[in-house]
């Protein structure tokens, strides 16, 4: 199963961007990077995805390393409803399912 | 958009029992996997039905079957329940799953 690596928890100050940081070590040439968040008593919610460019959305931006083996999700600035556990998976052709991790706790300081 | 429903939100069940846990794909999904999470664990892959088959399956017992429907619905059914059944059995639909899931809000699983 894949395997993903990000640090237990994580805070930051309200206003202030946050790069939440994530290791790929198995991961394939042609693997789908996702990230989820998941709020208390809520399932997780779709942040973004990318294969190997960064890419930006309304809710964050993705920076993908070029040997892929690592990625960053950026908040650009950081809101107390951004407060939540965050999960770095992947996606794979042939292997259609997210494995998740115990995922980044992040807290926000207002 | 209703997103993905599921149902029953909560549900205590004895040692032994059997319980089915529904789910209704977001409009436009047609395909619908499920995933179990014990508290303070991060998601585990279960299975994934699509076209009304199962596709793909997780490190789960035969106690735990699934089935999707024609309007591709879906439910999980777990046999022969255990106390560490307990956990949010969470539902999640797509269409292209590289473009992403929606998941549900869950179903909170109490065995005693």
């Known amino acids: 199963d894949a395997k993903t690596t990000q640090p237990n928890s994580m805070e930051s100050n309200e206003e202030e961007p946050v790069h939440l940081p994530c290791n790929h070590s198995?991961?394939?040439?042609?693997?789908?990077i996702h990230w989820y968040r998941q709020l208390p008593s809520q399932g997780p919610e779709y942040v973004i995805h990318?294969?190997?460019s960064n890419v930006n959305n309304r809710m964050a931006s993705l920076a993908i390393a070029e040997d892929r083996k690592s990625s960053t999700l950026i908040l650009h600035r950081a809101t107390l409803r951004d407060a939540a556990v965050y999960y770095c998976?992947?996606?794979?052709?042939?292997?259609?399912?997210?494995?998740f991790g115990t995922g980044t706790r992040l807290t926000i300081i207002p | 958009d209703a997103g993905v429903t599921q149902s029953p939100t909560h549900l205590i069940k004895t040692r032994g029992q059997q319980v089915t846990l529904r789910c209704s794909p977001k409009?436009?999904?047609?395909?619908v996997s499920w995933y179990q999470q014990a508290l303070g664990q991060g998601p585990q892959f279960i299975f994934q039905y699509y076209e009304e088959e199962e596709r793909q399956r997780g490190n789960f017992p035969d106690r735990f079957s699934g089935h999707q429907f024609p309007n591709y619905s879906s439910e999980l059914n777990v046999n022969a329940l255990l106390l560490g059944d307990s956990a949010l059995y969470l539902c999640?639909?797509?269409?292209?799953?590289?473009?992403?899931?929606?998941f549900g809000s869950g179903t909170r699983l109490t065995v005693v």
């Open positions: 999640a639909s797509s269409f292209q799953g590289y473009n992403g899931y929606t």
């Open positions: 409009s436009g999904h047609d395909t």
């Open positions: 998976t992947q996606w794979g052709f042939g292997n259609e399912k997210l494995t």
């Open positions: 198995t991961i394939s040439g042609t693997d789908y």
């Open positions: 990318g294969l190997t």
